[in-house]
Structure formats: C-alpha cells, structure tokens
C-alpha cells in the first residue's frame, strides 16, 4: 500500500472500478479527496463508462475518514476550510456524476466515510461494515457530510449517530436505515451480487440512467453553495482548544 494514499481506476465492460487506499485505515488527506474528486468527474465525462463502483483496498476499515495528521497541521480558519472542502468536493462530483455510483462497504466506515457511503447511489455492504459519526466528540461536527447522511438515512438517523459520537452503530442498523441497499453475510457474497448487478445495469440506456440519477438527487441543487459554508463551520471548530486536545489525546490512545 502506497505510504501516502493511492485512487486507482480499473475499466472494464463499461463498469469503472475506482479502488482508494491508504495506510492508514483508508483515511483521507487533502491529496487523496482532490485526486477522487478528479477521477470522479473524468469517469463522469468517459462515454466507455455506464456504472462506479466505489471500493477501498484491504480487509479492514472502509474508509476512517478525514486524515488526524492533517487535521492537527490546520493552522488558520482559511487552511480549515479548504481541507473540509475536499470533502464537500468529493461529495458534489458523486452528486453530479453522470453515471450511477454503486459503493461496496466491506468494513467499518468512520465520518467521512459515512458520507461516502451515503453519497452513493447504491450501496452493498457486509455484516462488518459498522458505520460511527464520531466528529462531536472531538469538538467539531458532520457538518460536511450531514445533509449527504440525511438524504439517504433521514434526520433521526442522523441525529442518533451524531449525538453518540463513541458507539458504533452496526451494518443491520445501517441497512435497515436504509444507508445499505443490500447486506451480506461476508465479502464472497457480497462480491457475487454486485458483479451480477453492475453487470446489469452497465447493459441498461446510460441516457435513461443519467435522468433517473438527475431524479434521485432532486433538491440538491443547492448542495454546491451549502456544503461549503459548511466546510467553514468544520474550519472554524478545528481550530478551538477543544479539538486540539481532543485530537492530541486521540492520537496517543
């Protein structure tokens, strides 16, 4: 695994497979969000794609998330809000992508990574794919990826995850919140329904798939506007005393 984040692109029978990793259980840093925002909306505009899926590499965590690293190195309100942009960008090129996004979710999903998993357009997931919003208890909030987690599980889903920002709520829970479409027993499984569904879908009229995903995200069209106001609301809490410490003391344990 590449020490500093890898997105890789695999194209086949019109499916793209986009593959993200990174040391550290698949967080992101600034680089690794640009680089998946570019691939995403490049994948948008490739007339040889229908179908995304969107996986992380290894066996352990889907995604945890914003990088600790970097979120300690935020300095100033305008660094804040740029890093928490990444994010917001990832999210509207998921949005706007003209192709339907399916996500895979093999393992636990952190933060960020609950609004990947949110901003998908279907999601397959295992029964190890536990998902936590735990930014409030390091002083700031899911600002960001809120409305993306709101869409698809609803505000009280929503507001049970954030205000329990240590406890894990489980792949069941997330499934019958509606954030997993489907759920499997283990990876095998889970990998032999999304190659017969992708399948299908990829041989569907990509015209009528870009209108029925221009459907599904009906009303947020404001999303280029709201998630980075937020991204400064996460900008500005960053830099509090609250979360300095928080972040120091969730580094050393």
Partial sequence: MNANGSIQTVINNKIAVIT?????????????????TEEINSLSDNDEVTIVVLQSEGTGAFCAGASFDELLAVSDLET??????GFANVI????????IIVGRIHGKAVGGGVGLASACDY??????????????????????????????M???????MS???TEWKSAQWAFEHK????????????????????????GYNPEALYEMKKVLWEGTENWGQLLYERAGISGKLVLSDFTREALNAFKKS
């Fill in 123 to 152: 999601a397959f997931a295992t029964e190890t794919a536990s998902i936590k919003l735990s930014e409030i208890a390091i002083g700031i909030g899911p600002f960001v990826i809120e409305p993306a987690v709101s869409r698809k």
């Fill in 80 to 85: 804040g809000k740029q890093f928490f942009s």
């Fill in 154 to 160: 609803g505000k009280s889903a929503t507001a049970e």
């Fill in 20 to 36: 993200f990793s990174h040391p550290a259980s698949n967080s992101f840093p600034s680089n690794q969000l640009k680089a998946l």
């Fill in 179 to 202: 954030l997993y479409a489907q759920l499997f027993a283990n990876d095998a499984e889970m990998d032999t329904a999304l190659d017969k569904f992708t399948a299908q879908l990829a």
């Fill in 163 to 165: 205000l329990l920002p």
């Fill in 92 to 99: 509207n090129a998921m949005r706007t992508c003209k192709k």
